[in-house]
């Protein structure tokens, strides 16, 4: 069973930035592809970055490209999102998520394992 910790939200004022981690735990750990989602109030779950297990190739959605960069420390067994440029539509809860198949992409029916979400609120 692999469990995903997410951290790292927040509130933070519009223009700033911040950085989500997620780490998996468990006895079957390795090196899976992982992606950040986030979901706002009212509305569905949406891609954003994943990244596949070495770290070599990410994808991002158009709405964030350019802002957010997902990147990993296998030795750390971490995965992060660094959120740059935050404004008020950023506001959601974020969440994390492994695929225990190799794929990386936006289809979160594909993913395998999820961690809780954080909170990011980003205030005008």
């Known amino acids: 069973q692999v469990q995903l910790v997410v951290s790292g939200g927040g509130l933070v004022q519009a223009g700033g930035s911040l950085r989500l981690s997620c780490a998996p735990s468990g006895l079957t750990y390795r090196a899976y592809p992982m992606g950040w989602f986030r979901q706002a109030p009212g509305k569905e779950r949406e891609f954003l970055a994943a990244?596949?297990?070495?770290?070599?190739?990410?994808t991002y959605s158009s709405s964030v490209k350019g802002r957010f960069t997902i990147f990993r420390d296998n030795a750390k067994n971490t995965v992060y999102l660094q959120m740059n440029s935050l404004n008020p539509e950023d506001t959601a809860v974020y969440y994390c998520?492994?695929?225990?198949?190799?794929?990386?992409?936006?289809?979160?029916?594909?993913?395998?394992?999820w961690g809780q979400g954080t909170q990011v609120t980003v205030s005008s």
């Open positions: 998520a492994a695929n225990s198949a190799g794929y990386f992409g936006a289809n979160e029916q594909s993913y395998t394992y």
């Open positions: 990244i596949n297990w070495s770290g070599g190739g990410t």
